[in-house]
Nanobody, 119 residues
Framework: QVQLVESGGGLVQPGGSLRLSCAASRILFSIYTMGWYRQAPGKERELVASITTGNLTNYPDSVKGRFAVSRDNAKNTVYLQMNSLKPEDTGVYYC?????????????WGQGTQVTVSS
């Protein structure tokens, strides 16, 4: 079955950086819009970055200028470079693959990776 596996999370001090990866398998990766979401304790899951099949990117104001999403279709992998991290960036980070296949919207989620920003 389809798998999305995130990696790269961990504990980092405020102002630090992390690079998350999400490796996809058993999907035609290049046709999927890929998104990164995060969920903090007690809060709803929110989008932090997305990248379309044409490499158009989108970020909420809360991370704009600090986060950068990229994809490597040859490796079926999407990345999230996070710089100038703040304590409020703490949460579980999930990747999502989203597409329309034969007129049906399909979406897959990874299992998440924990990011903790703390001194």
């Amino acid at each position: 079955q389809v798998q999305l596996v995130e990696s790269g999370g961990g504990l980092v001090q405020p102002g630090g950086s992390l690079r998350l990866s999400c490796a996809a398998s058993r999907i035609l990766f290049s046709i999927y819009t890929m998104g990164w979401y995060r969920q903090a304790p007690g809060k709803e899951r929110e989008l932090v970055a997305s990248i379309t099949t044409g490499n158009l990117t989108n970020y909420p104001d809360s991370v704009k200028g600090r986060f950068a999403v990229s994809r490597d279709n040859a490796k079926n992998t999407v990345y999230l470079q996070m710089n100038s991290l703040k304590p409020e960036d703490t949460g579980v980070y999930y990747c999502k693959a989203d597409s329309v296949v034969t007129s049906v919207r399909v979406a897959y989620w990874g299992q998440g990776t924990q990011v903790t920003v703390s001194s």
